[in-house]
């Protein structure tokens, strides 16, 4: 990318770290840590702070203006700068806040470069030739340019955390996460160590077609989203109408199939009173098809950035797809979940997704879920906090209830694993406790 005017950068800002690192060794033991050559827009400023790195590397503290000039002599600019540079005093606070804005100028200047590489590469024959070539190119330049911001991150000491928690303590209140959003399924609740899906955590919900995992997420968005929570409903196998009838099916409790035919009065008045209730609940539905993970986590910080996200539901795991190239779809399941509980812990809200189980379980005399019967990737168990396997008998046995269920808790963590027992109800796809 050509140079050109309006780059971000601050010269004088530069000439000022640098010259303020020269005097002070605290200063400058604080800047080389925090900045790296490509921080500096300039070829001199670039220069001199090579130089005192370099020195610093060999001599420590022990060294002052004439030991640089007089070792960075293939270095013209070094003199001209110790020459001329003005000295003003920096507090460390004062310092580390220069050092950020030229980190963060940094950054700017390789996104702008990212950003004009794109247009150019946008402006070339072969991006109408072949359109998806070209988005993929253009989306590992800029996924790239992002993932090169870095993120500073200070420790935060033992008293200053237990603190928050204490003050619970004494108000005699639970202490929890930011987030708690509960199935609204009292046994499972239960079962779950804080009464419900936490912050930061990677809830994955197993199940063989037909058993109502789908159902399962939808109810726990639903009543999360009447409780007040941003929930996002990210579906890559419903559209956003099929995903919508389903919510106001296990509102209204009218089967969804009836919404195909014409209803009487008084059921046609109540499903547009609860429709009428449910338009106001912030539940967002995207509709995923060939959307990738990238794009996903794009569209969750976003939300996260207006304040409008608390809980994420992906329907389901294995249609999802990264615009990266893999050898194999199993490594590609695994670094897609692996992702995805990072970004619950980036944006410190619960994920709960949907994963189909495999066949195996079909041919066993027990035909609940286990661990090995999640499809394509078993770096789904590790990356998971908690793995909860959905069971009907009924769909594999015609004379079972048909209104039994469980919940098999196959990982949980800090809490119990085992089997929890539910109602289900079909006509209008929603889980019960048991009664």
């Not at 929890?176 to 919900?205: H, M, N, T, Y």
């Not at 019967?373 to 078993?378: E, R, Y």
Request: hydrophobic share 40%; aromatic share 6%; proline share 4%.
């Amino acid at each position: 990318m050509s140079e050109r005017i309006g780059v971000p950068h601050d010269h004088q800002l530069e000439i000022k770290v640098l010259a303020v690192a020269l005097h002070f060794a605290e200063h400058r033991q604080l800047l080389i840590d925090e900045l790296q050559p490509t921080d500096f827009y300039s070829d001199g400023p670039r220069s001199v702070f090579g130089a005192i790195s370099k020195l610093q590397r060999q001599a420590g503290e022990c060294f002052d203006l004439l030991t640089l000039s007089s070792s960075s002599k293939s270095e013209p600019f070094v003199d001209e700068f110790i020459a001329a540079h003005d000295l003003t005093m920096m507090a460390l606070e004062q310092y580390e806040g220069a050092l950020e804005r030229l980190r963060q100028l940094a950054e700017a200047r390789d996104m702008a470069r990212a950003c004009l590489d794109v247009g150019s590469w946008g402006l070339e024959s072969t991006a109408t030739h072949d359109p998806e070539e070209y988005l993929q190119r253009a989306s590992e330049r800029l996924t790239g340019a992002l993932a090169g911001r870095r993120q500073k991150r200070v420790g935060a000491r033992l008293g200053d955390v237990l603190a928050v928690a204490i003050e619970e303590i004494v108000a005699e209140r639970p202490v929890q996460p930011r987030i708690v959003a509960p199935s609204g399924i009292g046994p499972v609740d239960k079962a779950l160590p804080w009464r419900g899906f936490a912050a930061g955590e990677l809830a994955i919900i197993l199940a063989r077609p037909g058993v109502g995992k789908t159902s399962f997420a939808l109810q726990v968005a639903r009543n999360n989203a009447i409780a007040g929570l941003h929930t996002a409903v990210f579906s890559y196998e419903m559209s956003e109408l099929d995903v919508a009838l389903s919510v106001l099916s296990q509102e209204s409790k009218v089967p969804v199939q009836a919404f195909a035919r014409k209803l009487s009065a008084d059921t046609a008045r109540h499903v547009v009173e609860r429709a009428g209730m449910m338009s106001e609940i912030p539940l967002y539905i995207f509709d995923c098809a060939g959307l990738p993970l990238e794009d996903l986590a794009n569209a969750c910080r976003a939300m996260k950035r207006k304040g409008q996200l608390d809980l994420v539901a992906i329907d389901y795991l294995q249609l999802m797809r990264t615009r990266k190239r893999y050898q194999s779809r199993f490594e590609e399941i695994g670094d897609i979940a692996t992702a995805l509980k990072l970004l619950s812990r980036e944006l410190d809200v619960p994920f709960v997704v949907l994963s189909q189980a495999n066949r195996d379980g079909d041919k066993r005399g027990d035909k609940r879920p286990v661990m090995s019967d999640i499809a394509q990737s078993g770096q789904i168990e590790r990356d998971a906090d908690r793995i909860i396997g959905l069971h009907r008998e009924c769909v594999y046995d015609a004379a079972a209830d048909k209104d039994a269920a469980e919940a098999v808790f196959l990982k949980n963590r800090k809490g119990q694993t085992g089997v929890v027992r539910m109602r289900f109800d079909a006509p209008t796809t929603t889980f019960h406790g048991e009664v």
